[in-house]
Nanobody
Framework: QVQLVESGGGLVQPGGSLRLSCAAS????????MGWYRQAPGKERELVAT???????KYVDSVDGRFTISRDNAKNTVYLQMNALKPEDTAVYYC???????????????RGQGTLVTVSS
């Protein structure tokens, strides 16, 4: 089994910053692509950013230039630094990881439980 645990959400004023973390633990051989999704009230889940094992990153247009995704492979952790936050960034943020699991070495996709980010004055 593999668990993903997110942290770092909360309430922030427009223009502020937050840093989300997501740590993976369990029967992990390696982790391929990691990413962050978000789901705002009444909206579909949206892919925000991804980072490969080689640290190639991609962002949805609405956050490009404001958010930065990074990872620490030694800690099996992915981060999302969010700057210049806007009210429309309000959502539950979920991390996602493609994990090569032990002992089968099969690649499975896992998702965290989510952390709420609220941008409001």
């Amino acid at each position: 089994q593999v668990q993903l645990v997110e942290s770092g959400g909360g309430l922030v004023q427009p223009g502020g910053s937050l840093r989300l973390s997501c740590a993976a633990s369990g029967n992990i051989f390696s982790i391929r692509t990691m990413g962050w999704y978000r789901q705002a009230p009444g909206k579909e889940r949206e892919l925000v950013a991804t980072i490969t094992s080689g640290s190639t990153t991609k962002y949805v247009d609405s956050v490009d230039g404001r958010f930065t995704i990074s990872r620490d492979n030694a800690k099996n952790t992915v981060y999302l630094q969010m700057n210049a936050l806007k009210p429309e960034d309000t959502a539950v943020y979920y991390c996602n990881a493609e994990v090569v699991v032990r002992p089968s070495f099969v690649t499975l996709t896992y998702r965290g439980q989510g952390t709420l980010v609220t941008v409001s004055s």
